[in-house]
């Protein structure tokens, strides 16, 4: 067997050819970040009311035309804003001959005197509907009429998505411990390329349902493998930053959706756009390299070999005979034969009760952060504009939780972030209200992005944080679990936003509420910076108690003395799934 840790050594931490499989990694998972957050764009809600073709005879855009859509439409006032506008689902029963005889200007006294704004003369609007069309030339909310009483069917579409996200991580993580995860990452790209046109070409709102989940079962198969390929070429010294790094190329994507998205304001052309390039991308497959640890795991030394021949030749290093060689492996951490489930994380009452804390944080913060990133159009102000700084903040929350969590621990650090998150939230929305001066609302979205800030830096945090805090025996099935509970929070995301059918605020209050929540929950959990880490379930059971009672044992599996565990090089949990895989020794990651 080679010795590829040792390879890496004389490699170099992050040599030139780390750098270009890398890179190269980065550039093939952008297109997740479009289709993650493209909702916000396919589905642009504007506004809308009844069409009446009984007005057809006026001009649009004259007094005429304005006099004639007041006998027609009712108005209404704005539960939010109390501002009153034409009802959006209410018209009245008019003819052409009644419209030909009503006085202009508008006169209300009048038209109530003929019975126009009688409830009895008022339908349903039986001609479809007339949608602004002056920023979104056409999105699905006005292509399929979701509107009214099918209002609801806009969240359906996000959740939906992220339940195709769920399935996918657990579907794919099993298809790349059989076929590998270069061959896992191009299939993901093929079927993304495939499901994304089908989106853009969907007949009706039941098949775009079914192709944008569909679509989001592929991110989970382009960017995990493409992750755990390029994180696995750099030394393990520099793979937290190696792991931080993807996010960031994650937040550039998100940026560029918000200029696409500018330019093009068709749904079906820019969902075309987005798709396409890995009509491109496709073609990389002969210059990316298959994961050497998974190559290594089932015996294929010699693709192991020819890899660190390549790199040293890009790098001009010369790697010594001895990492070619046959060495014996010396596994100190304890055997276990039997293969543990997400019961062990529940088990014993010390482990269930972090673990319910754990899965806690990780679906607020999905919930929150999906909540917050794809309802930038109800901030006020430019939609497009709220979107990019959306991105632009997520840059300097993944690389200030990377320094700070390693200087005032994993706990303090969670939890000042989720608190961030929390104001931010919970004061935005107050600062649109319609008694407020509009200048105020700048102000508003800085809050709204800090609490993005927040969001995004305790994502960060809680994945490596999970990591250490679960044993090795169930490491890879509790970051797997984890990540699943992510998956349930950003399956119910969307929902939050009909709460503001009820109060204006209140879906920010919700996100503020549960971010304050679960600061509080990560403070209830033990502090891994600086501690030796559990390896074996008692080691688990027996971690961040106060009195540890190490005459009772819930399970000895092996060694009763922690190995120290850095977050640098973590067991593997790529895939999402509960499975306990400890033969490879992968980079833990979850997908946003």
Same mark, same amino acid.
């Given at each position: 067997?080679?010795d590829?840790?040792?390879?890496?050594?004389?490699?170099?931490?992050?040599?030139?050819?780390?750098?270009?499989?890398?890179?190269?990694?980065?550039?093939?998972t952008?297109?997740?970040?479009?289709?993650?957050?493209?909702?916000?764009?396919?589905?642009?809600?504007v506004?809308?009311?009844?069409n009446?073709?009984?007005?057809?005879?006026?001009?649009?855009?004259?007094e005429?035309?304005?006099?004639?859509?007041?006998?027609?439409?009712?108005?209404?006032?704005?539960?939010?804003?109390?501002?009153?506008?034409?009802?959006g689902c209410r018209?009245?029963?008019?003819?052409?001959?009644?419209?030909?005889?009503?006085?202009?200007?508008?006169?209300?006294?009048?038209?109530?005197?003929?019975?126009?704004?009688?409830?009895?003369?008022?339908?349903s609007?039986?001609?479809?509907?007339?949608?602004?069309r002056?920023q979104?030339?056409s999105?699905?909310?006005?292509?399929?009429?979701?509107?009214?009483?099918?209002?609801?069917?806009?969240?359906f579409?996000?959740s939906?998505?992220?339940?195709?996200?769920l399935?996918?991580?657990?579907?794919?993580?099993q298809?790349?411990?059989?076929?590998?995860?270069?061959?896992?990452?191009?299939?993901g790209l093929?079927?993304?390329?495939?499901f994304?046109?089908?989106?853009?070409?969907?007949?009706?709102?039941?098949f775009?349902?079914?192709?944008?989940?569909?679509?989001?079962?592929?991110?989970?198969?382009?960017?995990?493998?493409?992750?755990?390929?390029?994180?696995?070429?750099?030394?393990?010294?520099?793979?937290?930053?190696?792991?931080?790094?993807?996010?960031?190329f994650?937040?550039?994507?998100?940026?560029?959706?918000?200029?696409?998205?500018?330019?093009?304001?068709?749904?079906?052309t820019?969902?075309?756009?987005?798709?396409?390039?890995?009509?491109?991308?496709?073609?990389?497959?002969?210059?990316?390299?298959?994961?050497?640890?998974?190559?290594?795991?089932?015996?294929?030394?010699?693709?192991?070999?020819?890899?660190?021949?390549?790199?040293?030749?890009?790098?001009?290093?010369?790697?010594?005979?001895?990492?070619?060689?046959?060495?014996?492996?010396?596994?100190?951490e304890?055997?276990?034969?039997?293969?543990?489930?997400?019961i062990?994380?529940?088990?014993? $009452?010390?482990?269930?009760?972090?673990? /319910?804390?754990?899965?806690? *944080?990780? =679906?607020? +913060? !999905? &919930?929150?952060?999906? @909540?917050?990133?794809?309802?930038?159009?109800?901030?006020?102000?430019?939609?497009?504009?709220?979107?990019?700084?959306?991105?632009?903040?997520?840059?300097?929350?993944?690389?200030?939780?990377?320094?700070?969590?390693?200087?005032?621990?994993?706990?303090?650090?969670?939890?000042?972030?989720m608190?961030?998150?929390?104001?931010?939230?919970m004061?935005? $929305?107050?600062?649109?209200?319609?008694? /407020?001066?509009?200048?105020? *609302?700048? =102000?508003? +979205? !800085? &809050?709204?992005?800090? @609490?993005?800030?927040?969001?995004?830096a305790?994502?960060?945090?809680?994945y490596?944080?999970?990591?250490?805090?679960?044993?090795?025996?169930?490491?890879?099935?509790?970051?797997?679990?984890?990540?699943?509970?992510?998956?349930?929070?950003?399956?119910?995301?969307?929902?939050?936003?009909?709460?503001?059918?009820?109060?204006?605020?209140?879906p920010?209050?919700?996100?503020?509420?549960?971010?304050?929540?679960?600061?509080?929950?990560a =403070?209830?959990?033990?502090?891994?910076?600086?501690?030796?880490?559990?390896?074996?379930?008692?080691?688990?059971?027996n971690?961040?108690?106060?009195?540890?009672k190490s005459s009772?044992?819930?399970?000895a599996?092996?060694?009763?003395?922690?190995?120290?565990?850095?977050?640098?090089?973590?067991?593997?949990?790529?895939?999402?799934?509960?499975?306990?895989?400890?033969s490879?020794?992968?980079?833990?990651?979850?997908?946003?």
């Amino acid at each position: 067997m080679v010795d590829f840790d040792g390879a890496l050594e004389y490699l170099g931490a992050f040599g030139k050819y780390q750098k270009l499989i890398y890179c190269l990694t980065c550039v093939l998972t952008l297109p997740v970040s479009f289709h993650m957050l493209a909702m916000t764009f396919l589905d642009a809600k504007v506004a809308f009311h009844c069409n009446v073709p009984e007005i057809r005879h006026a001009e649009p855009g004259t007094e005429n035309y304005s006099c004639a859509l007041n006998y027609s439409i009712p108005w209404e006032q704005d539960k939010e804003t109390k501002d009153w506008q034409f009802s959006g689902c209410r018209r009245y029963a008019v003819t052409n001959e009644s419209l030909l005889t009503v006085d202009c200007p508008f006169d209300a006294v009048n038209a109530t005197t003929l019975g126009y704004f009688n409830d009895v003369n008022t339908s349903s609007c039986n001609h479809g509907y007339w949608y602004d069309r002056s920023q979104y030339h056409s999105s699905i909310f006005t292509e399929f009429d979701l509107v009214c009483d099918s209002n609801e069917l806009n969240q359906f579409a996000q959740s939906m998505y992220m339940v195709g996200v769920l399935i996918g991580a657990v579907g794919f993580g099993q298809l790349s411990d059989m076929i590998g995860r270069k061959k896992t990452l191009f299939i993901g790209l093929f079927l993304q390329l495939g499901f994304g046109v089908a989106v853009a070409f969907s007949p009706n709102y039941t098949f775009f349902v079914v192709f944008r989940a569909l679509v989001g079962a592929t991110t989970s198969a382009v960017f995990l493998p493409g992750f755990v390929i390029g994180t696995e070429l750099v030394a393990p010294s520099l793979r937290t930053w190696a792991g931080t790094l993807i996010q960031i190329f994650f937040a550039i994507g998100y940026m560029l959706m918000a200029l696409l998205a500018y330019f093009i304001r068709d749904w079906r052309t820019l969902q075309l756009v987005i798709s396409l390039p890995n009509a491109v991308f496709i073609f990389a497959y002969p210059l990316i390299v298959e994961s050497p640890r998974w190559l290594l795991s089932k015996g294929r030394d010699e693709e192991v070999a020819a890899i660190m021949r390549r790199a040293a030749k890009v790098n001009g290093v010369t790697l010594p005979d001895e990492v070619f060689t046959t060495k014996t492996i010396e596994d100190n951490e304890p055997k276990d034969a039997r293969t543990h489930t997400i019961i062990d994380l529940v088990r014993t $009452p010390n482990m269930a009760k972090k673990s /319910l804390l754990i899965f806690f *944080n990780w =679906l607020v +913060i !999905t &919930l929150v952060y999906y @909540g917050l990133s794809l309802n930038t159009s109800n901030l006020g102000g430019d939609d497009y504009l709220n979107f990019f700084i959306g991105g632009v903040v997520e840059i300097p929350a993944y690389i200030s939780s990377i320094y700070v969590v390693d200087t005032f621990g994993r706990r303090k650090t969670h939890a000042a972030y989720m608190m961030i998150g929390a104001v931010g939230c919970m004061i935005c $929305p107050f600062l649109t209200a319609p008694f /407020l001066p509009e200048r105020l *609302n700048p =102000l508003s +979205i !800085t &809050l709204a992005m800090i @609490g993005k800030f927040g969001l995004t830096a305790g994502f960060n945090i809680i994945y490596l944080w999970t990591a250490e805090l679960y044993p090795t025996m169930i490491r890879n099935v509790g970051v797997g679990a984890s990540s699943m509970f992510a998956r349930v929070g950003g399956i119910i995301s969307p929902y939050v936003e009909l709460s503001k059918s009820v109060w204006g605020p209140l879906p920010y209050i919700i996100f503020g509420a549960l971010s304050f929540l679960a600061a509080l929950a990560a =403070l209830l959990l033990p502090e891994t910076l600086g501690a030796e880490l559990p390896v074996t379930l008692e080691d688990g059971e027996n971690f961040g108690k106060r009195k540890p009672k190490s005459s009772k044992s819930y399970e000895a599996t092996g060694s009763k003395v922690n190995q120290a565990f850095s977050h640098d090089t973590p067991g593997s949990a790529e895939n999402g799934s509960v499975s306990n895989q400890s033969s490879e020794k992968n980079m833990e990651v979850t997908s946003l």
